[in-house]
């Protein structure tokens, strides 16, 4: 069964940094794209940070010049550095990987930026 599966949130100070994983299971075949989402408490997710096989990336606005996504050379794993994190950034940090054609969610894992 291909899973996907965050790691490395947590709590982290205001202008502090974390990095985040995403690794992909399961599955003989390396993804085409993966993302960053999050979604924080009572609003709707959103999109963060995607890269594609090519290596090509995008952000949202909120996060350009902060935050960085990467990814291994078989894109099966995808990290996403987190700079100058702000109470803001504070949500569940959800990954999204296209196999193949088919969308695979994680379960999310929870960063928190407070002092």
């Known amino acids: 069964q291909v899973q996907v599966m965050e790691s490395g949130g947590g709590l982290v100070q205001p202008g502090g940094s974390l990095r985040l994983s995403c690794v992909i299971s399961?599955?003989?075949?390396?993804?085409?794209?993966m993302s960053w989402y999050r979604q924080a408490a009572g609003k709707e997710r959103e999109f963060v940070a995607g890269?594609?096989?090519?290596?090509?990336?995008k952000y949202t606005d909120s996060v350009k010049g902060r935050f960085a996504i990467s990814r291994d050379h078989a894109m099966k794993t995808v990290y996403l550095q987190m700079n100058t994190v702000q109470p803001e950034d504070t949500a569940v940090y959800f990954c999204?990987?296209?196999?193949?054609?088919?969308?695979?969610w994680g379960q999310g894992t929870q960063v928190t930026v407070s002092s």
């Open positions: 999204n990987a296209l196999i193949r054609g088919a969308t695979l």
């Open positions: 399961g599955s003989i075949h390396s993804a085409n794209a």
């Open positions: 890269i594609v096989s090519g290596g090509n990336t």
